[in-house]
């Protein structure tokens, strides 16, 4: 789960799916009928801005991707993109682009909206929040804490884990009970509401990182999201993806750059679940 991925072949992942896309994401797009045709663009800007920076830090070719998408593409959703971009690049300071890392770039990427009437929040925890939860749940799922998240975080901490049996996908409450046991939080946090909750008191409770794991809490959530990817191998839920966007992103407020957003998202995810 922690073997290096290749920004180029992931963004070139992403613009090979949205090319596949892009009549109807020019046709979602009620003012111009482009938006398809300029975010395939987009992201061939930023796949051969990263692959001519390949052998630099991921830090690097994120900020000259940046650089690039802000100097040859005007449109406002290829700026949103590059703001998103030059976050990153903040974010990958001294950090390899690996699959544990690579919920910090969906969540620069997404970027948070702020309104009045959706306020404001973290991506990467609406995403892991609208992910986790069961389409049915007649009774809640038994923890299972040898699992591959579990394993993963581990050896991130020095903690180990009681044996037990491999669950086949994740709930939300093993996602909470898991990182509230890491952060100083208490499994009663799952009873209102779910991922978001709990990371919205972290951030808002403690600063930058916690102080007895040593980890970040974004680290953690992006951990989390890479324990699902693997989970779902390859079939995430489009519907809970835009839900998070429309919710939690800079693009939620026109359905074109919702629908291009969750393409962005659901093909990254697909490329973690495979790993």
Excluded: C
């Excluded at 993806?241 to 629908?259: E, V, Y």
Aim: proline fraction near 4%.
């Amino acid at each position: 789960m922690t073997d290096e991925l290749n920004l180029s072949q992931v963004f070139g992942e992403v613009s090979r799916v949205l090319a596949q896309n892009r009549q109807q994401l020019d046709d979602a797009d009620g003012d111009n009928h482009n938006h398809g045709t300029n975010i395939v663009n987009t992201f061939n800007l930023i796949q051969q801005a990263v692959e001519s920076k390949q052998t630099q830090p991921a830090s690097d070719q994120l900020a000259y991707a940046s650089q690039v998408l802000k100097k040859q593409s005007t449109g406002s959703t290829a700026q949103i993109y590059a703001d998103g971009l030059a976050r990153a690049s903040t974010e990958f300071v001294g950090k390899d682009f690996n699959a544990a890392t690579a919920g910090t770039l969906i969540n620069s990427l997404m970027g948070t909206a702020e309104s009045t009437e959706r306020g404001s929040g973290d991506f990467l925890s609406s995403l892991l929040g609208s992910l986790s939860k069961p389409k049915e749940e007649p009774k809640p799922a038994p923890a299972q804490p040898n699992d591959l998240f579990s394993s993963l975080i581990g050896n991130l901490t020095g903690q180990q884990q009681t044996p037990a049996a491999p669950a086949s996908t994740p709930a939300a409450g093993d996602l909470l009970g898991m990182l509230g046991g890491l952060t100083g939080g208490t499994a009663a946090q799952t009873s209102s509401g779910g991922i978001g909750d709990l990371v919205g008191s972290l951030l808002g409770g403690q600063s930058a990182s916690n102080q007895t794991s040593g980890l970040d809490a974004k680290d953690l959530l992006s951990a989390g999201l890479a324990y699902y990817a693997a989970k779902q191998s390859g079939q995430s839920n489009l519907q809970a993806i835009m839900q998070a966007i429309g919710s939690s992103s800079a693009f939620g407020n026109r359905p074109d750059q919702q629908q291009s957003g969750a393409l962005v998202v659901n093909t990254i995810l697909n490329m973690l679940g495979n790993k």
